[in-house]
């Protein structure tokens, strides 16, 4: 497909989703951030519920929501004030939720007419409210949309601008014939894994502490199904952490290219193989294989292996900086392409080549 196309359509990730990402993600916890801020210099001052009120929204599905507003009667520094708000958090929930309980507690100060603390923002003594703290659940329920939308939005410019990206579709003897280095870095999807774990948690935890929130209020049910979910994001962390050791164990190995017809080249490695292994391990497994894969198409879940040739499979020793290697693959057509793959200290690499011709 032309880049043009590719570029349209990577763009329309590139602006949704950032914009998803802030209006429900960033700007929130913006929000819960600057009000926790300002509330460390209020002042606590003691006043009666003026006027209290739970206001219900309805959805277009007739799902009714709740809203706790309240006012309240109060003097600071001789000045008497009538004003402020029951809770910086002003979104409406459902029944049995944060906002619910904010209102029983102060409908019961008001039917006793008794004194509540409200917190005063001394340099606006108008600006005052009952509840300050911040409520975890409604940022729980914003990071998700802060991490995952805003990093595919970054990930779609990062895209966009490879497409873009000078000789990014010159061929393998081109750049020999200029005299250019063809350096290729490995790829061991350890980043992917990370970001999938990443937005399974951040997914995960809102719905546990929902159903936590449940169980306490009914009593054990099938709400407690969804503790599965977090149990399975920890074994998403753990084996993110297990990648990124292999990864650091192994290092970052660079794959250059330095002829055709036979294809010749090397593996260098940085830091030389078994350096941050123990020092008794002087042989090291090392495995490379070199193939040509056809691009996925629909229907498929991963590319299609067309022609496969062992090149490395067996002990290496420790200190070894780099390795050669020889072969002769067959010319790729439309749509194929040649793979380098390494496997060293439980870490996998793949190295995607350029078209030779």
Same mark, same amino acid.
């Given at each position: 497909?032309?880049?043009?196309?590719?570029?349209?359509?990577?763009?329309?990730?590139?602006?949704?989703?950032?914009?998803?990402?802030?209006?429900?993600?960033?700007?929130?916890?913006?929000?819960?951030?600057?009000?926790?801020?300002?509330?460390?210099?209020?002042?606590?001052?003691?006043? *009666?519920?003026?006027?209290?009120?739970?206001?219900?929204?309805? #959805?277009?599905?007739? +799902?009714?929501?709740?809203?706790?507003?309240?006012?309240?009667?109060?003097?600071?520094?001789?000045?008497?004030?009538?004003?402020?708000?029951?809770?910086?958090?002003?979104?409406?929930?459902?029944?049995?939720?944060?906002?619910?309980?904010?209102?029983?507690?102060?409908?019961?100060?008001?039917? *006793?007419?008794?004194?509540?603390?409200?917190?005063?923002?001394?340099?606006?003594?108008?600006?005052?409210?009952?509840?300050?703290?911040?409520?975890?659940?409604?940022?729980?329920?914003?990071?998700?949309?802060?991490?995952?939308?805003?990093?595919?939005?970054?990930?779609?410019?990062?895209?966009?601008?490879?497409?873009?990206?000078?000789?990014?579709?010159?061929?393998?003897?081109?750049?020999?014939?200029?005299?250019?280095?063809?350096?290729?870095?490995?790829?061991?999807?350890?980043?992917?894994?990370?970001?999938?774990?990443?937005?399974?948690?951040?997914? #995960?935890?809102?719905?546990?502490?929902?159903?936590?929130?449940? +169980?306490?209020?009914?009593?054990?049910?099938?709400?407690?199904?969804?503790?599965?979910?977090?149990?399975?994001?920890?074994?998403?962390?753990?084996?993110?952490?297990?990648?990124?050791?292999?990864?650091?164990?192994?290092?970052?190995?660079?794959?250059?290219?330095?002829?055709?017809?036979?294809?010749?080249?090397? +593996?260098?490695?940085?830091?030389?193989?078994?350096?941050?292994?123990?020092?008794?391990?002087?042989?090291?497994?090392?495995?490379? #294989?070199?193939?040509?894969?056809?691009?996925?198409?629909?229907?498929?879940?991963?590319?299609?292996? +067309?022609?496969?040739?062992?090149?490395?499979?067996?002990?290496?020793?420790?200190?070894?900086?780099?390795?050669?290697?020889?072969?002769?693959?067959?010319?790729?057509?439309?749509?194929?392409?040649?793979?380098?793959?390494?496997?060293?200290?439980?870490?996998?690499?793949?190295?995607?080549?350029?078209?030779?011709?």
């Amino acid at each position: 497909m032309d880049r043009l196309p590719l570029t349209l359509i990577a763009l329309v990730f590139a602006i949704l989703f950032p914009l998803v990402g802030f209006l429900f993600g960033l700007q929130p916890l913006y929000e819960h951030g600057q009000n926790w801020w300002r509330s460390r210099t209020s002042v606590a001052v003691a006043a *009666r519920v003026e006027t209290l009120e739970r206001a219900e929204h309805l #959805s277009r599905k007739r +799902i009714a929501t709740y809203r706790t507003k309240a006012t309240f009667r109060y003097t600071f520094e001789g000045r008497q004030f009538v004003g402020g708000q029951a809770s910086f958090y002003e979104t409406p929930e459902l029944h049995g939720g944060f906002q619910d309980q904010l209102y029983d507690e102060l409908r019961i100060s008001q039917q *006793r007419q008794s004194l509540v603390d409200i917190w005063v923002d001394p340099s606006h003594p108008e600006r005052a409210v009952f509840n300050r703290t911040l409520n975890w659940e409604a940022a729980v329920w914003s990071l998700p949309f802060a991490l995952l939308f805003n990093g595919l939005g970054l990930a779609a410019w990062g895209y966009i601008l490879n497409l873009w990206r000078p000789g990014r579709n010159k061929t393998m003897a081109d750049r020999l014939r200029e005299g250019r280095q063809i350096l290729i870095k490995g790829a061991d999807g350890t980043a992917l894994l990370f970001v999938f774990a990443l937005a399974w948690n951040s997914f #995960s935890w809102p719905f546990a502490t929902i159903a936590l929130e449940h +169980i306490r209020a009914n009593g054990l049910s099938l709400a407690a199904i969804a503790f599965l979910f977090p149990i399975a994001g920890l074994g998403l962390i753990l084996l993110t952490w297990l990648q990124f050791r292999n990864r650091w164990l192994a290092g970052r190995p660079v794959l250059e290219i330095t002829g055709l017809s036979p294809l010749r080249g090397s +593996i260098h490695f940085s830091p030389a193989i078994g350096q941050r292994s123990p020092p008794l391990e002087l042989m090291h497994h090392v495995s490379i #294989s070199l193939r040509l894969v056809k691009g996925v198409r629909s229907g498929q879940k991963k590319p299609i292996k +067309i022609w496969e040739h062992c090149l490395q499979d067996g002990p290496v020793a420790r200190g070894t900086k780099v390795l050669d290697f020889v072969a002769g693959p067959p010319r790729e057509r439309m749509g194929e392409q040649l793979e380098l793959v390494l496997e060293l200290a439980g870490a996998n690499y793949s190295f995607h080549l350029p078209r030779s011709r």
